[in-house]
């Protein structure tokens, strides 16, 4: 595995020669959000997809007790 330097210097030489620093820090972001949720699912701190697309439906129609244990299960920080 390439040092993290490395791999931002290959993800900014990926990205096209029009890239503007606000490009490359929406890219860096996202990359930052990606690895957080890949250690959190091999932490075992995932939602099972089922339960996800359950949740969506039901906070779609206001279930305010599906959207406050949400809360409090993946956002509490």
Do not use: N, S
């Not at 040092?3 to 030489?13: L, S």
């Not at 996202?30 to 089922?50: I, N, S, T, W, Y």
Request: net charge negative; charged share 30%.
């Amino acid at each position: 595995m390439a040092g993290v330097k490395q791999e931002v210097i290959q993800m900014i030489q990926a990205l096209p020669d029009e890239a503007t620093v606000d490009d490359i820090m929406a890219e860096l972001y996202f990359r930052l959000q990606v690895d957080a949720g890949l250690k959190e699912l091999d932490e075992g701190k995932g939602m099972p997809h089922e339960r996800g697309c359950q949740m969506d439906v039901q906070m779609a129609y206001g279930r305010k007790d599906i959207i406050e244990e949400y809360r409090r299960t993946y956002l509490a920080g």
